[in-house]
Nanobody
Framework: QVQLVESGGGLVQAGGSLRLSCAAS????????MGWYRQAPGKQRELVAV???????NYADSVKGRFTVSRDNAKNTVYLQMNSLKPEDTAVYYC?????????WGQGTQVPVSS
């Protein structure tokens, strides 16, 4: 089992920045990929950014150049630095991890972006 706890969400103005954190516990040695997804009201959950244990990253086209995913293996934590936020980035952001062919999710943190 893997437990994920997100923090750092909150209201931000368009053009502003925010950093989300996700602390993992449990069988963390088995985690091979961690990342962030988001779900806007009335829309499906979508990938935002992921990072592998080796440091490879993948981003949604809509956030490339604005968001950066990083990982601190010593702290078992993954981060999402979000810059130049737009109202369309408004969503609940979820941390996710893959371990032993299982997927785990955090409880989600809200990020409203005001125009």
């Amino acid at each position: 089992q893997v437990q994920l706890v997100e923090s750092g969400g909150g209201l931000v103005q368009a053009g502003g920045s925010l950093r989300l954190s996700c602390a993992a516990s449990g069988i963390i040695a088995r985690i091979n990929r961690m990342g962030w997804y988001r779900q806007a009201p009335g829309k499906q959950r979508e990938l935002v950014a992921v990072i592998t244990s080796g440091g490879s990253t993948n981003y949604a086209d809509s956030v490339k150049g604005r968001f950066t995913v990083s990982r601190d293996n010593a702290k078992n934590t993954v981060y999402l630095q979000m810059n130049s936020l737009k109202p369309e980035d408004t969503a609940v952001y979820y941390c996710a991890a893959n371990a032993l062919s299982n997927s785990y999710w955090g409880q989600g943190t809200q990020v409203p972006v005001s125009s």
